[in-house]
């Protein structure tokens, strides 16, 4: 592991859980924005068939 050295500034039970919390905040972010400015991801999770 070449960043091994991080972890005498940070401790890990600190930096990991900042860590995947800020990919959790990230991904709900990403998602969230595709629910809400797209029109065939709701539809897809409702089920409606695709038209042609």
């Known amino acids: ?9 940070v401790k890990p039970t ?3 859980p900042l860590f ?3 990919v959790l905040v ?3 972010l990403i998602h969230g924005a ?4 797209t ?7 409702q089920g409606h068939a695709k038209t042609p």
């Open 26 to 28: 990230i991904s709900l």
């Open 39 to 45: 029109t065939w991801m709701p539809a897809f999770f």
């Open 14 to 16: 600190v930096g990991l």
């Open 1 to 9: 592991m070449n960043q091994a050295r991080i972890w005498l500034v």
């Open 34 to 37: 595709v629910l809400t400015h």
């Open 20 to 22: 995947l919390g800020t």
